[in-house]
T-cell receptor, first 115, second 113 residues
Framework: AQKITQTQPGMFVQEKEAVTLDCTYD???????LFWYKQPSSGEMIFLIY??????QNATEGRYSLNFQKARKSANLVISASQLGDSAMYFC????????????FGSGTRLQVQP | DADVTQTPRNRITKTGKRIMLECSQT?????MYWYRQDPGLGLRLIYY???????NKGEISDGYSVSRQAQAKFSLSLESAIPNQTALYFC????????????FGPGTRLTVL
């Protein structure tokens, strides 16, 4: 069974600074994908970034990057130059590439960006 | 614009009532999913469907049923709603190639009194 652990229930960061949100995962499938989603207070789920288990390089999408350390089973999200609009819940999720291919989510980290 | 829509967006109902949540998509994806989110928690899988004839249970399917009426429509039913089914419900779609990103609907906020 898959498991995603996000150990930071809440984080604060100053505007324009970088912040790292932690995520560790546990899976028995050799092929899998890792995702980060943002959930603002309005409730929708917004896809941010994806990392495949066989990808050699860390994924980047604009101000978002994923620090993928396969041996440690960690997939931390780095947000550079934080903006007030980044204040939201952030969820890490894992998808095994066999079977149902559904997402298993962590419990989330609430990020608050301070001016 | 290709999209995933959910109706209703908000619903308040009473214990014991039957309720249906509907999901429609114009993305042309075969795979559809229903998730549930409780306050302070991540999403958990209720049911999923790979095509019209393929329906599968997720981790928390008890008390729920689904219907895949067409490729584009996937409905979730609560046969007899109970208060601990109060939650935010999400529908998602995906195509099982490459990144296979899941696209989420806006969510349905359900309150069972």
């Amino acid at each position: 069974a898959q498991k995603i652990t996000q150990t930071q229930p809440g984080m604060f960061v100053q505007e324009k600074e970088a912040v790292t949100l932690d995520c560790t995962y546990d899976t028995s499938d050799p092929s899998y994908g890792l995702f980060w989603y943002k959930q603002p207070s309005s409730g929708e789920m917004i896809f941010l970034i994806y990392q495949g288990s066989y990808d050699q390089q860390n994924a980047t999408e604009g101000r978002y990057s994923l620090n993928f350390q396969k041996a440690r089973k960690s997939a931390n999200l780095v947000i550079s130059a934080s903006q007030l609009g980044d204040s939201a819940m952030y969820f890490c999720a894992n998808r095994e590439d066999t079977g149902r291919r559904a997402l298993t989510f962590g419990s989330g980290t609430r990020l608050q960006v301070q001016p | 614009d290709a999209d995933v829509t959910q109706t209703p967006r908000n619903r308040i109902t009473k214990t014991g009532k039957r309720i249906m949540l509907e999901c429609s998509q114009t993305k042309g994806h075969d795979r559809m999913y229903w998730y549930r989110q409780d306050p302070g928690l991540g999403l958990r899988l209720i049911y999923y469907s790979f095509d019209v004839k393929d329906i599968n249970k997720g981790e928390i399917s008890d008390g729920y049923s689904v219907s895949r009426q067409a490729q584009a429509k996937f409905s979730l039913s609560l046969e007899s709603a109970i208060p601990n089914q109060t939650a935010l419900y999400f529908c998602a779609t995906s195509v099982a190639t490459g990144k296979d990103e899941q696209f989420f609907g806006p969510g349905t906020r359900l309150t069972v009194l």
